[in-house]
T-cell receptor, first 113, second 111 residues
Framework: EAGVTQSPTHLIKTRGQQATLRCSPI?????VYWYQQALGLGLQFLLW???????NRGNFPPRFSGRQFPNYSSELNVNALELEDSALYLC????????????FGDGTRLSIL | GQQLNQSPQSMFIQEGEDVSMNCTSS?????WLWYKQDPGEGPVLLIA?????ELTSNGRLTAQFGITRKDSFLNISASIPSDVGIYFC???????????FGQGTILTVHP
């Protein structure tokens, strides 16, 4: 069974541009989560989507947004990119209940020049 | 907000030795999870704990959910070179869906 898949693996952008990151959850999982792993800051929760709705949001500015599609895949959009947005963006999925363990993909490395 | 303090930050051990790491919090968590992350990869779930006092094993790994719900530990017995990596504790609390992560323990195993 395929795990969580993310694309692209690497993404290079310049300041002010917009980035779109994609995630496909494990088959049967309806919840998708996004985390940012920046050097020195650890893993920080960004967003949680379940059944197409945003359920919870971390302490990030509104230029971080996303959506979940009917097939439960998800996109993370980051607008007006800043240098400090350079990080590994990890997607996780779980069964729909909020207390279910989350399983992670290998991430998208976003580099801002 | 909720924070997790994970210790130690790093460990250098000989192959065959046992390892212990732990996480503490000032807040209560309802679920504790332990992950391992290798370079260039995402965290891989090792053990999930759902009840206070629960003790769970997965091969050479054993983890416990503290009675107060504010702490957890992970033990690795008879370490091997492939145990090298970064170990993270994570908790699910009152902010639904949000995993709060510890700072990680970097494990190095010398053959």
């Amino acid at each position: 069974e395929a795990g969580v898949t993310q694309s692209p693996t690497h993404l290079i952008k310049t300041r002010g541009q917009q980035a779109t990151l994609r995630c496909s959850p494990i088959s049967g999982h309806t919840s998708v989560y996004w985390y940012q792993q920046a050097l020195g800051l650890g893993l920080q929760f960004l967003l949680w989507y379940d059944e197409g709705e945003e359920r919870n949001r971390g302490n990030f500015p509104p230029r971080f947004s996303g959506r979940q599609f009917p097939n439960y895949s998800s996109e993370l959009n980051v607008n007006a990119l800043e240098l400090e947005d350079s990080a590994l963006y990890l997607c996780a999925s779980s069964l729909g209940q909020a207390d279910q363990p989350q399983h992670f993909g290998d991430g998208t490395r976003l580099s801002i020049l | 907000g909720q924070q997790l303090n994970q210790s130690p930050q790093s460990m250098f051990i000989q192959e065959g030795e046992d390892v212990s790491m732990n996480c503490t919090s000032s807040s209560i968590f309802n679920t504790w999870l332990w992950y391992k992350q290798d370079p260039g990869e995402g965290p891989v779930l090792l053990i999930a704990l759902y009840k206070a006092g629960e003790l769970t094993s997965n091969g050479r790994l054993t983890a416990q959910f503290g009675i107060t719900r504010k702490d957890s530990f992970l033990n690795i017995s008879a370490s091997i070179p492939s145990d090298v990596g970064i170990y993270f504790c994570a908790g699910l609390g009152t902010s639904y869906g949000k995993l709060t992560f510890g700072q990680g323990t970097i494990l190095t195993v010398h053959p």
